[in-house]
């Protein structure tokens, strides 16, 4: 998979790469379509320089949790950049299911 980069004002008002991520990796269950669509919640996240790791869990309406699995995204921070964008991340399909 490529790079995923961004302007600041692509962040949606967050301030760092791991706010941005965690707030991306977080939702509530919902219905869409007939479908029950389940929610996820980051347990533990840390940024480390040019990595953002997390363990995440999956859950459904009623708050039953289906799995935890770990998310491993190479970053790129430049809050001063040349051009307009100073985030980038990659994230990975996961090597197990």
């Known amino acids: 998979m490529g790079w995923l980069s961004m302007p600041a004002s692509s962040m949606g ?33 840390v940024w480390s320089g040019k990595t953002y790791y997390a363990a995440v869990e999956s859950y459904t309406g009623v708050g039953e949790v ?18 307009e ?4 991340y990659k994230d990975s399909a996961p090597l197990w299911r």
């Open 13 to 45: 008002g967050h301030k760092t790469p791991k706010a941005y991520l965690d707030a991306q990796l977080t939702y509530e269950p919902r219905q869409a379509d007939d479908q029950e669509i389940n929610g996820l919640r980051v347990l533990k996240s």
């Open 66 to 83: 289906l799995e935890v699995t770990a998310i491993v995204c190479l970053v790129r921070w430049n809050p001063h950049p040349a051009d």
């Open 85 to 88: 964008y100073i985030f980038a």
